[in-house]
């Protein structure tokens, strides 16, 4: 089984404040999704990275995959309280016989203060 | 309206009552998936299809079972509920493996809470 360490599990800032949330494996991925997901609801994509060392900006937020596509970072910048969520990383399969198996971190519980 | 929709939403059921939550997405898309969340833990996947009859073991799959025997549908079954499957699941949908098709993201359903006793 293929394992996503998520961190950290919260982070509570101040409206203005960066932040870096952090995904890593000992497994390689095909590729690394990030979503936001609101209270009440499912998650929704923000972002898909395929190639190692692939930077992708959305706006204020930041993603990057590893190298050896084992990790994945989320950089928010100058944060806002419209920021609050919950994030959760998500690895896909290399292949073989668990292609197209997706593998969850824990989550980040990110609150931004006005 | 292109959506996942679960039924039912809400579910409070006793131990060993065989139950059914039903998922159908309209998007006519090949790759439909089960997950559950549970706190401080995210999302685990329960089983996933990549096309009809063909179903694949996630993380977490004992205790369920799952068909696909049409494209749209997906439901996931509990022969035996018991309490520690008391979680909120999503079933989610999209048109190729996730991470292939860069531009298409799953689409996930509003989630069915259930509380088994």
């Known amino acids: ?114 | 309206e292109a959506q996942v929709t679960q039924n039912p939403r809400y579910l409070i059921t006793v131990t060993g009552k065989k139950l059914t939550v039903t998922c159908s997405q309209n998007m006519n898309h090949e790759y439909m998936s089960w997950y559950r969340q549970d706190p401080g833990l995210g999302l685990r996947q329960i089983y996933y299809s990549m096309n009809v009859e063909v179903t694949d073991k996630g993380d977490v799959p004992e205790g369920y079972k799952v068909s696909r025997k049409e494209k749209r549908n997906f439901p996931l079954i509990l022969e035996s509920p018991s309490p520690n499957q008391t979680s909120l699941y999503f079933c989610a949908s999209s048109s190729h493996v996730p991470g292939q098709g860069r531009n298409q993201p799953q689409h996930f359903g509003d989630g069915t809470r259930l509380s088994i006793l």
């Open chain 1, 1 to 114: 089984t293929q394992l996503l360490e998520q961190s950290p599990q919260f982070l509570s800032i101040q409206e203005g404040e960066n932040l870096t949330v952090y995904c890593n494996s000992s497994s390689v991925f095909s590729s690394l999704q990030w979503y936001r997901q609101e209270p009440g609801e499912g998650p929704v994509l923000l972002v898909t990275v395929v190639t190692g060392g692939e930077v992708k900006k959305l706006k204020r937020l930041t993603f990057q995959f590893g190298d050896a596509r084992k990790d994945s970072s989320l950089h928010i910048t100058a944060a806002q309280p419209g920021d609050t969520g919950l994030y959760l990383c998500a690895g896909v399969d290399a292949g073989g016989t668990s292609y197209g198996k997706l593998t969850f971190g824990q989550g980040t519980i990110l609150t931004v203060h006005p």
